[in-house]
């Protein structure tokens, strides 16, 4: 019998490598509107606490309000129209999700991205193998609010304590343990290992097909 029957994942960073269209579609809208482009690196460091703070990150600090709604709401536009161009699923994660779905394991993502775009790209990248897909709205807070992880559990007939939230930043740790799921960090993403560790995950792993011992044996 397996320790875990619900396995919930982030997506940016744990699921699909989405950098290099992030960065891209970042600075494409940056450059059109005058300000400095930004690096993969810095463009790293800003994600996992949703597009609104990608945003308020990557601008130069005393941007008027206005002026960032107006790059936030060309950001949306423009990455809606590119977000396929580069990103894929990391190695190692479509057999991971084949496994999980053999186990009889029911799975779900819930990420800070804007909803529509975390549907669109977990249909075309993951379709029958996840069986839900949330993303941040008007009725789903961001994270590390745990609406999206209990949104998914109550989808998925999930109890907290049979439930693993996978993801790759210290905001995913901080959801899990507000859902009072446990959490597994892993760090091929957007973080390093020592962030996951200061974070407090539960596990943390370096390749996907280690979290089948986990779902199996805790």
């Known amino acids: 019998m397996m320790v875990y029957a619900t396995v ?31 690096s993969a690196r810095e463009v790293r460091s800003f994600l ?13 600090e005393n941007t008027e309000k206005q002026a960032e709604e ?3 709401n060309e950001f949306k536009a423009y990455y809606a129209q590119h977000l396929q161009d580069k990103t894929c699923p990391y190695e ?18 819930v990420s800070n991205k804007f909803d529509q775009a975390v549907k669109l790209l977990s249909a075309d990248h993951f379709e029958g193998l996840v069986e839900s ?7 789903v807070r961001r994270k590390p609010s745990p609406d999206g992880v209990l949104a998914a559990m109550r989808e998925l007939s999930g109890a907290p304590e049979k439930t693993l939230y996978v993801g790759d930043s210290e905001v995913d740790v901080l ?30 792993i370096d390749r996907p097909e280690e979290l089948l011992d986990i779902v199996k044996n805790g």
């Open 8 to 38: 919930i994942f982030d997506m940016d960073g744990t699921l699909l490598d989405t950098l290099a269209d992030l960065t891209d579609s970042l600075n494409a809208v940056l450059e059109k509107n005058g300000f400095p482009t930004r």
């Open 133 to 139: 897909a949330v993303g941040e709205s008007g009725t």
């Open 175 to 204: 959801t899990a343990k507000n859902a009072r799921t446990k959490c597994v960090g892993v760090t091929w993403g957007f973080r390093d290992r020592d962030v996951l560790e200061s974070a407090g995950a539960d596990y943390i």
């Open 92 to 109: 190692g994660i479509l057999p991971l999700l084949r496994s999980l779905k053999e186990m009889g394991v029911r799975t779900a993502i």
């Open 48 to 60: 996992g606490n949703g597009v609104r703070f990608l945003i308020s990150s990557a601008l130069p």
């Open 70 to 72: 107006r790059v936030l």
